[in-house]
């Protein structure tokens, strides 16, 4: 039997920072980021007559869809209906954008049978890793990603590797309201505006990464691990601080960080533009008790939104339906 239905299930991506932009005969962007089970993404397609998107987030999955016909499948849109089933906001440090377009790709290639295709084709179809690739990369592979930086030209950054985070590990997300990270053309904006990033600055970068935090992944320590994680973000963080409150987004992100290492929390910092701060806990259970101890630690934390998220070290995972098993 034909597969009628394909569902892509991706996970969602935390970016705790670039190493450089800015400077001549440097490579632009690289960056740390790795990939989580929660909030996730789910999407459900279905052949059908009429071309049709539904759900959340749903003219962004029209649009990657239209742009995903038109260059693999020679035409405006495809023969199906696209339902987006879950998915977090956008703009939230999340890699929202990157992985619903990236999900949506993959699953029509799958519902035409079309044969794998080169991330980096899709990329480039889809208009993702225009600057970071850590969450193209992590779409396909999970876990901790390194990706070297863009030369002018190239579709896609190299990826200089990947780690499995120690899958007993926790992420907090907590995520203060109102507020959205920079995106779109503002983003583009902020990045010619912003001064080069030092060359020290990136040096500093390179050292925390490659002799405190990727160390404490190979042979796994959470302490060790938690304080690299924090000093990289708080100094990559510096190089935006034109366009935002110093290393963070926001007074608010700012004092939600200050306040959880005062509690002992060590491994906390900004996703990408935020507004979403992540706190790396070493248990499920220490974890639940942190999330649950916030309300007592400031009016900082009253209005913000919280989730548990586990690493994910896999990547997208896509499953055909025939038309007897479809629902």
Same mark, same amino acid.
């Given at each position: 039997m034909t597969a009628s239905t394909v569902v892509v299930t991706a996970p969602s991506r935390l970016h705790f920072g670039m190493f450089s932009?800015?400077?001549?005969?440097?490579?632009?962007?690289?960056?740390?980021?790795?990939?989580? #089970?929660?909030?996730?993404l789910r999407v459900?397609?279905?052949?059908?007559?009429?071309?049709?998107?539904?759900?959340?987030? /749903?003219?962004r999955a029209e649009h990657a869809a239209r742009r995903f016909a038109e260059t693999f499948l020679s035409r405006a849109?495809? #023969?199906?209906? @696209?339902?987006v089933e879950q998915v977090s906001e956008e703009h939230?440090?999340?890699?929202?954008?990157?992985?619903?377009?990236?999900? @949506?790709?993959?699953?029509?290639? /799958?519902?035409?049978?079309?044969? #794998?295709?080169?991330?980096?084709?899709?990329? /480039?179809?889809?208009?993702?890793?225009?600057?970071s690739a850590v969450g193209?990369?992590?779409?396909?592979?999970?876990?901790? @990603?390194?990706?070297?930086?863009?030369?002018?030209?190239?579709?896609l950054a190299p990826l200089i590797g990947r780690w499995e985070i120690p899958s007993g590990w926790r992420f907090l997300l907590i995520r203060p309201r109102p507020g959205k990270g920079l995106a779109g053309q503002a983003e583009i904006q902020a990045f010619s505006s912003m001064p080069p990033v030092p060359y020290e600055v990136s040096a500093e970068l390179a050292q925390i990464l490659l002799m405190r935090m990727l160390p404490a992944i190979v042979k796994p320590c959470f302490e060790e691990f938690s304080a690299g994680l924090h000093d990289f973000g708080a100094l990559a963080g510096q190089a935006f601080a034109s366009c935002q409150h110093g290393s963070y987004a926001s007074p608010e992100v700012a004092n939600i960080i200050r306040r959880l290492r005062e509690e002992g929390v060590q491994g906390v910092g900004q996703s990408s533009w935020g507004?979403?701060?992540?706190?790396?806990?070493?248990?499920?259970?220490?974890?639940?008790?942190i999330a649950e101890q916030l309300p007592n630690w400031g009016s900082i934390f009253d209005s913000c939104t919280t989730c548990l998220a586990a690493p994910c070290n896999a990547g997208v995972r896509v499953t055909s339906v025939a038309d007897a098993d479809a629902s």
């Open positions: 932009f800015g400077q001549e005969n440097v490579r632009e962007f690289g960056g740390v980021g790795t990939m989580i #089970d929660a909030p996730g459900r397609l279905r052949k059908a007559r009429h071309f049709h998107c539904h759900g959340p987030l /749903s003219a849109e495809p #023969d199906c209906e @696209i339902e939230a440090g999340l890699g929202t954008g990157t992985q619903l377009a990236l999900a @949506i790709g993959r699953g029509l290639a /799958s519902l035409h049978g079309l044969p #794998d295709m080169e991330l980096s084709c899709l990329a /480039s179809c889809l208009n993702r890793a225009q600057r193209t990369y992590g779409f396909e592979l999970g876990g901790l @990603i390194v990706e070297g930086g863009k030369r002018r030209g190239e579709t507004p979403t701060v992540f706190a790396l806990l070493p248990s499920p259970a220490n974890a639940e008790r």
